[in-house]
């Protein structure tokens, strides 16, 4: 099997490396230094992979750099979205950071959406992100879109190089 693509990691701050892609294989839609706006930690110390590629090997993958959380445990958490699976009436859920230990968790929702929905909510974001974060839950009509049509689950609004 011929290599497909070359592998990128740039260095990002003291947090790690974005990935960023280049295609050898498709000619009709090449995809040149492509930034995926993934940020790994890469292992140093790694001689060769087992499979005997020479290749840089990944030792943490931490996420994607625009979309993350900072709790005050100085833990960095970007995958948010099973939070809400499985809530009742819930549509739609933003996480939006003020601050290192707040958060507004804006929801769209049924008009069944009950007290003991919020409860179930806010127990699963102290329990996926932080006990030491204070959720509020904020019923909207909409969350704000990209001229796209897309929202992001995480909104920040602290410094990004935050250490808690």
Partial sequence: MRDYSIVEYLPKDDIGYEVVGTTLYNHVMP?????????VGINHDA????????????????GREAEFIITPEGKRISIVNHIP???NN?????????NIDEIDVLV??????????????ERRC?????????FTIKKVAKIERSSL?????VVQKIDKNLKA
């Fill in 90 to 98: 819930l549509i739609e859920m933003q996480l939006m950071q003020n």
């Fill in 31 to 39: 995809l040149i230094r492509y930034k995926l706006g993934d940020i």
């Fill in 108 to 121: 769209v929702t049924t008009p069944l959406f009950k007290e003991k929905d919020f409860t179930v909510l």
């Fill in 47 to 62: 001689k060769i992979c087992r499979c005997g590629r020479g290749f840089p090997m990944i030792k943490k993958i931490y």
């Fill in 126 to 134: 102290k329990d996926y992100i932080s006990p030491n974060i204070n």
């Fill in 149 to 153: 049509g897309k929202f992001k689950t």
């Fill in 85 to 87: 699976w499985g809530i």
